[in-house]
């Protein structure tokens, strides 16, 4: 494990190294954007080499992942020795901060609360397992397939780790391969919520917005519940939309360069270049982010345009835009075409398993994902289904990561809304030019074109525009009217940290035994469960996974194709130690032991309800023994496959009473339920009937309790007094492998003891 660790440190530092030495050797003009680049080349640097050395190589192994980082970050800095960089003029990004000291100290209260905020995250992915549903059905599953293959191929397990594009993921699988372990995945988050903040304070600056103003944007952004919720998951929402945002950023750098002095040649190179990198990541790791690619396109037509003199506008000025196209649609195709190319080849069509436009799929977004997570109260959709969300936030409820209800907070629609509508109006009444439109129009179209637009994960691109617009209107404020300035900062910033706290407490972290009764747990419940040995089987879903805990590490489980499991991740576990291999459903037990043979699976899961005589058959076959007993697998039990000729194949079950004991409130009735073997059966559901003398037995019966054996295959009733005689009988309510049974009467007479 210190060996993973250790490597881990060292790819991810020669990954910074690389990041460092591009990012001086592009000269870029300003602190935002020599941050912003920063972060975009580390991605493209690991998503690259995961792509060349892990797919085209198939090598996606630590020792081959760190000789091509430690390959990558020689050339860049041999390139720097041989080339040295110029000396850039130091950034006055810090001047003039005491200006409006109410900037200043709006800044620091939300940056305070924030990085509290995400420290808690932080706590959470550190010391509990994860617990997102889509992470653990295919976003963590993808990367588990990656590692146990060593190779970046396709996913046999759930189509959606499969068609999907996969950047973020690739992000999960670099801190799982060098390790072994998937449970620091969501740590590769902080890293990407910083740059989407850092994105949004660059907008508000490309719009000249203060700095100050800026950097409060930036924080709200951050500050939303539906970005921070979920930051210790692995969903992508808030991390490809960092990615996206990026992207507009730096697309839109090139006309402030050229008015700086910086040749229009190089500034298409260098802006161009890098918005191409940003859009192919955030277009490869979430489909909605296409819609970059004609927002981009129009920008940089309109910006060369604007750039190029009115006596120059003829066919001729052309060449810059051919330039400035195939810089940007290189990197694109580099970074973004990979997962929808490797879909169009295995399935045709390229957003399998969706029909979009001319491609034939299963059905659209609304039919395979809307329509079974649309919550009731925004099944109408349309505008009372955004009014219904946005306006939930302004009452206490629970924060869940995927943020069904608001999730945006409540200075969205009090504070930010009419900000950024009031930056609108300012920039249409100036009548200045500038990148407003292209923000603008990415974020409505991002809104409209989302299949649920009242669901806040959907349209972080959106709310992060209405931030840096915001901001703008801020910036207007404080040099007109500093009373409404300073009114708006406080809103912003009180809205904004009360909506935070009551994202956290409660946190959505649900203990199977008490969440259906008490709901999700308080801060402090979940900071005590954080150091609680065995918490991780206190939490769902892992707990029902608890029987994989007691096999082999290393061992080989098979998984029949349909019906599908409900999730992967945890049969892979979190350490990946259990290998999974998926099977076609077997139709006889043969077919099953020939297919156990052929993938070396020493142990299958089988759900008895799906797979009856193939689970049953496999309980009689003595080359099969049943591992779980009293807690399955969502319904599905363990089969272990070898030899074992000693073990009871009889499943006829038979349950008898073996105890009576006279005590002061009744009579104490002990029943045993044991297999054909006569062996206990542990955790077998035993119910008891009875019904007085005059009654007849078992026609009007009245059931009196209801328990479970314990490891003794022993469960005892206590029957209090009753005037006359009443007559008892127990019924073991059978399995999936045995029939029911039931005992011969008991009779219990007031005052004396139980008769036969």
Same mark, same amino acid.
């Given at each position: 494990m210190l060996g993973g660790v250790l490597t881990l440190v060292l790819s991810s530092a020669l990954v910074c190294v690389t990041a460092v030495v591009v990012v001086r050797r592009l000269r870029l003009r300003g602190l935002l954007e020599r941050l912003v680049a920063f972060g975009v080349t580390g991605v493209a640097t690991v998503v690259a080499? *995961?792509? =060349?050395?892990?797919?085209?190589?198939?090598?996606?192994?630590?020792?081959? #992942? #760190?000789?091509?980082?430690?390959?990558?970050?020689?050339?860049? =800095?041999?390139?720097?020795?041989?080339?040295?960089?110029? /000396?850039?003029?130091? *950034?006055?990004?810090?001047?003039?901060?005491?200006?409006?000291?109410?900037?200043?100290?709006?800044?620091?209260?939300?940056?305070?609360a924030v990085c509290g905020q995400y420290l808690w995250r932080l706590l959470l992915a550190v010391r509990l397992p994860a617990m997102d549903w889509d992470g653990l059905q295919y976003h963590l599953v993808a990367a588990d397939t990656w590692i146990q293959a060593g190779y970046v191929g396709h996913s046999p397990y759930t189509v959606w780790a499969d068609v999907y594009p996969l950047n973020i993921e690739l992000l999960f699988g670099w801190t799982g391969v060098f390790g072994h372990t998937m449970r620091y995945a969501p740590l590769v988050q902080f890293p990407l919520y910083l740059l989407g903040g850092i994105a949004v304070a660059g907008l508000a600056r490309r719009m000249d917005a203060g700095r100050r103003a800026a950097v409060v944007a930036g924080l709200v952004y951050l500050a939303m519940p539906a970005v921070f919720a979920q930051a210790s998951t692995s969903y992508i929402d808030a991390a490809s939309a960092a990615l996206a945002l990026s992207a507009l950023y730096l697309l839109t750098g090139l006309v402030p360069a050229r008015r700086a002095g910086v040749p229009l040649r190089r500034g298409i190179l260098v802006y161009i270049g890098l918005g191409g990198v940003a859009t192919g990541l955030a277009v490869?790791?979430?489909?909605?982010?296409?819609?970059?690619?004609?927002?981009? @396109?129009?920008?940089?037509? @309109? *910006?060369?345009?604007?750039?190029?003199?009115?006596?120059?506008?003829?066919?001729?000025?052309?060449?810059?835009?051919?330039?400035?196209? @195939?810089?940007?649609? @290189?990197?694109?195709?580099?970074?973004?075409? &990979?997962? +929808?190319? /490797?879909?169009w080849i295995a399935y045709g069509n390229p957003f399998h398993p969706f029909t979009l436009g001319p491609f034939a799929g299963e059905g659209? =977004?609304?039919d395979l994902i809307m329509v079974h997570n649309t919550p009731p109260e925004m099944a109408g959709g349309g505008l009372s289904a955004i009014a219904a969300s946005w306006s939930s936030d302004f009452e206490r409820h629970v924060v869940?990561?995927?943020?069904? &209800?608001?999730?945006?907070?409540?200075?969205?629609?009090?504070?930010?809304?009419?900000?950024?509508?009031?930056?609108?109006? #300012?920039?249409?009444?100036?009548?200045?030019?500038?990148? %407003?439109p292209v923000y603008l129009a990415a974020g409505v179209l991002t809104f409209v074109m989302s299949p649920a637009p009242w669901w806040a994960r959907y349209t972080l691109l959106t709310a992060a525009v209405g931030c840096a617009l915001a901001a703008v209107a801020l910036t207007r404020l404080a040099v007109e009217r500093r009373a409404a300035a300073v009114i708006c900062l406080a809103a912003l910033t009180g809205l904004s940290g009360l909506s935070m706290w009551w994202g956290t407490n409660p946190t959505f972290i649900c203990p199977v035994d008490t969440c259906d009764t008490e709901g999700p747990l308080t801060a402090r419940a979940t900071f005590d469960l954080m150091w609680r040995p065995g918490r991780a089987d206190r939490i769902w879903p892992w707990k029902h996974y608890t029987a994989l805990d007691q096999i082999p590490n290393g061992s080989t489980i098979a998984v029949p194709a349909e019906p599908e499991q409900r999730f992967f991740h945890p049969i892979f576990g979190a350490d990946l130690q259990r290998r999974v291999v998926v099977i076609d459903p077997p139709s006889t037990v043969d077919a099953l032991a020939e297919a156990?043979?052929?993938?070396?699976?020493? +142990?299958? %899961?089988?759900?008895?309800?799906?797979?009856?005589? =193939?689970?049953?058959?496999?309980?009689?076959?003595?080359?099969?023994?049943?591992?779980?007993?009293?807690?399955?697998?969502?319904?599905?039990?363990?089969?272990?496959?070898? *030899?074992?000729?000693?073990?009871?194949?009889?499943?006829a079950a038979d349950i008898r009473l073996t105890g009576t004991v006279r005590v002061e409130t009744g009579t104490k009735l002990t029943f045993t339920v044991t297999d054909g073997c006569q062996q206990p059966m542990p955790g077998a559901r035993v119910e008891l009937y009875g019904s007085d003398h005059d009654r007849h037995l078992p026609y009007d019966d009245v059931r009196t309790a209801r328990r479970t054996t314990g490891e003794d295959g022993r469960v005892t009733f206590t029957v209090g007094e009753k005037p006359g005689r009443w007559d008892y009988f127990a019924r073991y309510t059978g399995g999936n492998y045995d029939q029911p049974a039931v005992t011969p009467r008991v009779m219990v007479t007031s005052g004396t003891s139980a008769n036969r």
């Open positions: 080499v *995961s792509l =060349v050395v892990g797919g085209l190589l198939r090598m996606y192994r630590p020792l081959p #992942l #760190l000789c091509a980082c430690a390959l990558i970050a020689a050339v860049a =800095v041999a390139a720097e020795l041989r080339w040295p960089t110029p /000396r850039r003029t130091t *950034s006055r990004w810090a001047s003039g901060w005491r200006a409006r000291p109410w900037f200043t100290a709006a800044a620091g209260v939300l940056a305070l490869g790791a979430k489909t909605p982010y296409l819609v970059l690619l004609p927002v981009g @396109v129009a920008a940089l037509l @309109v *910006s060369l345009w604007r750039l190029t003199p009115p006596a120059e506008r003829r066919w001729t000025a052309w060449c810059p835009a051919v330039l400035a196209l @195939v810089t940007a649609a @290189v990197p694109v195709a580099a970074f973004g075409s &990979f997962w +929808y190319q /490797r879909t659209t =977004v609304q869940q990561y995927d943020s069904r &209800f608001g999730g945006l907070g409540m200075a969205w629609l009090t504070i930010i809304v009419p900000l950024a509508l009031a930056a609108i109006w #300012l920039y249409i009444r100036s009548g200045r030019r500038g990148p %407003l156990m043979r052929a993938t070396g699976a020493r +142990y299958v %899961l089988l759900d008895p309800r799906m797979a009856h005589d =193939v689970a049953v058959a496999a309980g009689r076959d003595p080359r099969f023994a049943v591992r779980t007993t009293d807690t399955r697998i969502y319904g599905a039990d363990l089969f272990e496959f070898g *030899s074992f000729p000693d073990q009871c194949r009889h499943l």
